[in-house]
Every structure is written in C-alpha cells, then in structure tokens.
C-alpha cells in the first residue's frame, strides 16, 4: 500500500524542489551516522557493548523513524533525533580517543 502511494506521487510529480532537498540532506546525514557506526564497531579493541552502542542507537533512531510511515510521529520525533545525535557523540568519541591513543603510540 505504501509503495502504490509513493509510486503514485512519483508518476505525478508532486515532490517539491524543497522536499526533494530535504529527502537528499536525510538521506546523506542518516549515511553519515551509519558510516560513523561501522567505523567503530571495527574497532575490536573495544569492549563490545562500546563498539556496538552507537550502531544499536543509530539502527534505534531509523526503526523510530520509519514509524511515522504508521503515523506514530509523536514517538518518532521523540525518539529518533536523540537517537541519531546521542548515536554520533558516541562514536565520535571513540574515534577521539582510538586517534589521541595512535598519537601516543
């Protein structure tokens, strides 16, 4: 049902310029915070709730989000957005420390 009603929009054209800039700039931080994820969940010298913490809250944040295809938006806008900034803190501070400890050597 969705797909018919996403194909439909599609034949009709109906996606403004401005929505289409916002699905791209989603697309591309959602790619981003995922990217990051990965990056330290290959880090196996953390301890493993460490390393998979901000991949669990990134993963977390889209489940969130695609509720709103089932109108839940009060609970995705709740929790997705704090999943997503809590899920790039996270892991950039395991990048900072992996880089400040290959600094030192």
């Given at each position: 049902m969705l797909e018919a009603s996403l194909s439909a929009w599609l034949a009709e054209g109906r996606f403004t310029?401005?929505?289409l800039l916002a699905i791209g700039f989603v697309a591309v931080v959602g790619g981003g915070v995922l990217v990051?994820?990965?990056r330290v969940a290959r880090m196996h010298e953390l301890v493993i709730?460490?390393?998979?913490?901000?991949?669990?809250l990134a993963l977390l944040g889209v489940a969130?989000?695609?509720l709103r295809a089932e109108d839940v938006v009060l609970v995705a806008a709740l929790i997705a957005l704090p999943c997503y900034?809590?899920?790039v803190l996270f892991a950039q501070a395991e990048i900072h420390r992996e880089d400040d400890?290959?600094?030192?050597?």
């Open positions: 310029a401005v929505e990051q994820a990965g709730w460490r390393r998979l913490l901000p991949l669990a969130t989000s695609l900034v809590a899920s400890e290959a600094l030192r050597g």
